[in-house]
């Protein structure tokens, strides 16, 4: 009795601190806001020990599963060895995960700047672009999401994620390929690819016809992992680079095998991209990003002016994502996502047999996700259906991540250390839950 008496007082103590000393904007999942504290494997457990499976993984982001041996060891060492330097000095750990980097990416992509978030890394590629091609202008998606600093909200086309108002000049959104809701009213394939081609009319008549880059997330990670066609970036690559652009591939949800067979999303459409960022499960929750292209690229930055980050190339970080690394080409490359991967499509492709208001079911490997419509024909929007189910699922022991810009879409994306076994217990979850939901 008296032990529950500590641990009530101290989930209370924290919320009640969370609401005096943390800005109010804050966006806490459930209506009972979750303090955790402490995590192991693929669970993790509130302050009042309820024990949950995580599928969302710190927003994709622990990517070998939380408080790894191999991950907590690395850091340990390295922290015991040098914790900071900025980018004013080499070290062992930087360097080492530039070459791990180098031997991941596809093609041409060799080299890496790191910084501190994907923010960061979209920030860098930008930069990047307009310095190589003396242009301005960019060319974003709508739905998309690039972080919450002023230009990540720019090029971002979400309207609840661009607080302030925010607006740099220069970027430009085109339709995004959302086949399920899309704004042209169009079918698959019967389409034409006219999402695709819309990225060349926005570029005549929106711009100077001169543009710096295309950003697009390989599949749309806040938008509610909205999955593009198979034609899609070869159309829109070959349209950027007749307009002198680079096309930039934000692989920051994407990366590092999380969608199966490849370790980097945009693999899958056959493109090479000129530039990419990566973050979030690149150090399986060490603030890390990075962004790397070809060397002649990154050659344009030399004499263009003086840049540093002071906790770019972080030792401690460096050393988690090596280690990181290491897990995932051991036990978690994109093989096995895409194997239990598959066991987690299949099953939600049968629970929205059962459930009329699943939508859609969408995304690749361990990243899918759950549409939630008030009914199918009219695919009208259900976001308090989308809010009751994360309250259930949560009761069941199951935490999970939502998104869309209506916010009606369930973010299913487990460490990807996630074995068949773990799937079949939060699909089980995910069904009970299910068999409760009302939508009104």
Same mark, same amino acid.
């Given at each position: 009795m008296e032990t529950g008496k500590i641990t009530t007082t101290k989930k209370a103590e924290i919320l009640d601190k969370q609401k005096k000393y943390l800005f109010?904007?804050?966006?806490?999942?459930?209506?009972?806001?979750?303090?955790?504290?402490?995590?192991?494997?693929?669970?993790?457990?509130?302050?009042?020990?309820?024990?949950?499976?995580?599928?969302?993984?710190?927003?994709?982001?622990?990517?070998?599963?939380?408080?790894?041996?191999?991950?907590?060891?690395?850091?340990?060492?390295?922290?015991?060895?040098?914790i900071h330097s900025s980018t004013l000095y080499p070290n062992e750990a930087h360097v080492n995960l530039a070459e791990k980097m180098a031997h991941l990416a596809p093609g041409r992509i060799q080299l890496s700047y790191f910084t501190t978030s994907g923010t960061d890394?979209?920030?860098?590629?930008?930069?990047?672009?307009?310095?190589?091609?003396?242009?301005?202008?960019?060319?974003?998606?709508?739905?998309?999401?690039?972080?919450?600093?002023?230009?990540?909200?720019?090029?971002?086309?979400?309207?609840?994620?661009?607080?302030g108002g925010t607006h740099i000049l220069g970027i430009k959104h085109a339709i995004n390929p959302y086949c399920y809701r899309c704004p042209l009213k169009l079918q698959y394939p019967s389409c034409g690819m006219a999402c695709a081609h819309d990225v060349e009319d926005v570029i005549r008549t929106t711009t100077s016809g001169r543009i710096a880059a295309f950003l697009a997330e390989p599949i749309q990670g806040v938008g509610g992992f909205i999955t593009p066609p198979p034609e899609?970036?070869?159309?829109?690559?070959?349209?950027?680079?007749?307009?002198?652009?680079?096309?930039?591939?934000?692989?920051?949800?994407?990366?590092? $095998?999380?969608?199966? +067979? @490849?370790?980097?999303?945009?693999?899958?459409?056959?493109?090479?991209?000129?530039? !990419? *960022?990566?973050a979030k499960g690149i150090a399986n929750g060490f603030p890390l990003g990075n962004t790397m292209t070809r060397p002649d690229i990154a050659a344009s930055t030399t004499g263009a002016g003086l840049t540093i980050s002071t906790f770019g190339g972080n030792p401690v970080a460096c050393a988690?994502?090596?280690?990181?690394?290491?897990?995932?080409?051991?036990?978690?490359?994109?093989?096995?996502?895409?194997?239990?991967?598959?066991?987690?499509?299949?099953?939600?492709?049968?629970?929205?047999?059962?459930?009329?208001?699943?939508?859609?079911?969408?995304?690749?490997?361990?990243?899918?996700?759950?549409e939630f419509v008030r009914d199918r024909k009219s695919k009208e929007p259900a976001p308090k259906a989308t809010s009751h189910f994360m309250e259930l699922?949560?009761?069941? $022991?199951?935490?999970? +991540? @939502?998104?869309?810009?209506?916010?009606?879409?369930?973010?299913?994306?487990?460490? !990807? *250390?996630?074995?068949?076994?773990?799937?079949?217990?939060?699909?089980?979850?995910?069904?009970?839950?299910?068999?409760?939901?009302?939508?009104?």
């Open positions: 109010p904007n804050h966006l806490l999942y459930y209506t009972e806001p979750l303090p955790l504290e402490r995590g192991e494997g693929l669970y993790v457990w509130d302050v009042e020990g309820r024990k949950y499976l995580d599928f969302f993984g710190g927003i994709l982001t622990t990517s070998v599963g939380h408080n790894r041996p191999e991950v907590t060891q690395a850091v340990q060492e390295q922290a015991g060895k040098l890394a979209d920030e860098t590629a930008v930069m990047l672009a307009r310095t190589h091609t003396g242009n301005q202008e960019i060319i974003a998606l709508r739905h998309g999401y690039s972080g919450r600093s002023a230009m990540g909200m720019s090029l971002t086309g979400h309207s609840p994620w661009r607080i899609y970036f070869k159309i829109v690559a070959e349209i950027i680079r007749h307009f002198g652009g680079l096309f930039i591939s934000d692989e920051v949800q994407t990366g590092f $095998g999380r969608t199966g +067979g @490849k370790w980097f999303g945009i693999e899958h459409w056959e493109v090479e991209p000129d530039i !990419m *960022t990566m988690a994502s090596l280690a990181t690394m290491e897990v995932l080409e051991k036990e978690a490359g994109p093989q096995h996502v895409a194997r239990v991967g598959k066991v987690l499509r299949t099953g939600l492709e049968r629970l929205m047999e059962k459930h009329a208001f699943i939508g859609d079911v969408r995304g690749m490997g361990l990243m899918q996700g759950l699922c949560r009761n069941e $022991g199951l935490l999970i +991540g @939502k998104g869309g810009l209506y916010g009606n879409v369930i973010r299913i994306a487990p460490p !990807m *250390t996630a074995s068949i076994e773990d799937v079949e217990e939060a699909l089980e979850l995910m069904g009970r839950a299910l068999t409760q939901v009302g939508v009104d």
